[in-house]
Structures are given as structure tokens and as C-alpha cells.
Antibody, heavy 122, light 110 residues
Framework: QVQLQESGPGLVKPSETLSLTCTVS??????????WSWIRQPPGKGLEWIGY???????SYNPSLKSRVTISVDTSKNQFSLKLSSVTAADTAVYYC??????????????WGQGTMVTVSS | QSALTQPASVSGSPGQSITISCTGT?????????VSWHQQHPGKVPKVMIY???NRPSGVSNRFSGSKSGNTASLTISGLQAEDEADYYC??????????FGGGTKLTVL
């Protein structure tokens, strides 16, 4: 059973960089057909897709966040990470890591981490 | 990219059926059959209920069904139960190799 667990600071100051890590257990980030993703949810609001990375390092980002986002993968640690720069209060949210499965005929988010709340405040 | 359009809220009585719509464009919902529906109870992690427009993961009740016509996907829940009360989000893959979510629909079981 694959499990994902987010970790990182719960409080970040405005203009600084938010950094989170997702540790994968019960499976490998190097497995084909899986894209390792970040999704966030501001308090009381809906889900917003941030981006994903394939184990090879190829990435895709939400155009509205692209200039501030970097997602990376560390296959040796079986982890992937999110960095979001120049944060503001609008970046306050629960951040989820999730596994996207994609084949030639199927593509969906099947496994999510528990989520971690990040507050941007001085 | 713009969020997919969902009604903010829907409601129904126990035993009834409800349908939640999810409208996108020919660059997302209309372009691929990679539309999913997630259920989220308050304070909980989203759970996939439907994937690839109409497929149900193992363990999800057959009261949940999905369909798509053109740029609009739909989630139907039949035989409404109190436990179905939750927020529902659609999502779709896009021609830009990104994903987009709907704004979410709050389902109230009366």
C-alpha cells in the first residue's frame, strides 16, 4: 500500500520561500506511469493544481504559479519536493502531495497524502 | 487556465438522485476522457469516486456514476444517503499537459 506524507514548516514569512517534501512509502518514485504532484486548498476554498514531476525530472506547472514554483524529485530518498517563492497570504493553504497514475488509456489521482497546513504570516 | 465550472451547491433527500455538472472547454473536458470526481468530507483528504469519466475504483459504491457529453461531465449519485453529504470536485487533464479542478460543489442531504 503506497502512502504519501508531507513535511515542512507550518509557518512561512511573506516574501520567503515555502518548502515542502513528500515522502513516498510502500512504493518507488522511480516507478513508471506515475507522476508526483502537489495540489493545494486555501481555507474554505477549492482545490488548486500546482504541478507534477516524473521520476526522469520532467515537470508541468500551473501557468498561474509557474514563475514561482519548482518541483524536484530525489529518487535516492524516495521523495519529491515543492518550492514556492515570494509567498504572500494568498498562498496560505493545505498542501497535498498526490500520485497521478497515467497510462495510454487512464489517468487519475488515486493516492493523496494527509495534507499539511502552511500559513504565510509575519 | 480557468477552473472548471461546477454549481456551488446541490441538495437532495435521502433515496433521491442528484447530478452535479462540470463544464470545461474543448481544451480540457472535451479533449480527453481523463475526467475524475473526488469526494471530500470536512477536514478530510479528497477521495476519488470516478475516474476516466465513468470508471469506479474498487470499493466505491455503484450508486456513483459518471458521464460526459461534449465539454460537460456529470456525476450522478443515486439513492442518496446521509454519508454522501460532502464537497465534490471534478478535475480534467488539459491540452497543455496540466490538470485543472472545478470550483467544487457542496452536496447537502436534506
Amino acid at each position: 500500500q503506497v502512502q504519501l506524507q508531507e513535511s515542512g514548516p507550518g509557518l512561512v514569512k511573506p516574501s520567503e520561500t515555502l518548502s515542502l517534501t513528500c515522502t513516498v512509502s510502500g512504493g518507488s518514485v522511480s516507478s513508471g506511469s506515475y507522476y508526483w504532484s502537489w495540489i493545494r486548498q486555501p481555507p474554505g476554498k477549492g482545490l488548486e493544481w500546482i504541478g507534477y514531476i516524473y521520476y526522469s525530472g520532467s515537470t508541468s506547472y500551473n501557468p498561474s504559479l509557474k514563475s514561482r514554483v519548482t518541483i524536484s524529485v530525489d529518487t535516492s530518498k524516495n521523495q519529491f519536493s515543492l518550492k514556492l517563492s515570494s509567498v504572500t497570504a494568498a498562498d496560505t493553504a493545505v498542501y497535498y502531495c498526490a500520485r497521478l497514475f497515467c497510462s495510454r488509456t487512464s489517468c487519475f489521482y488515486g493516492i493523496w497524502g494527509q495534507g499539511t497546513m502552511v500559513t504565510v504570516s509575519s | 487556465q480557468s477552473a472548471l465550472t461546477q454549481p456551488a451547491s446541490v441538495s437532495g433527500s435521502p433515496g433521491q438522485s442528484i447530478t452535479i455538472s462540470c463544464t470545461g472547454t474543448n481544451s480540457d473536458v472535451g479533449a480527453y476522457n481523463y475526467v475524475s470526481w473526488h469526494q471530500q468530507h470536512p477536514g478530510k483528504v479528497p477521495k476519488v469516486m470516478i475516474y476516466d469519466v465513468s470508471n469506479r475504483p474498487s470499493g466505491v459504491s455503484n450508486r456513483f456514476s459518471g458521464s460526459k457529453s461534449g465539454n460537460t461531465a456529470s456525476l450522478t449519485i443515486s439513492g442518496l444517503q446521509a454519508e454522501d453529504e460532502a464537497d465534490y470536485y471534478c478535475s480534467s487533464y488539459t491540452r497543455s499537459s496540466t490538470w485543472v479542478f472545478g470550483g467544487g460543489t457542496k452536496l447537502t442531504v436534506l
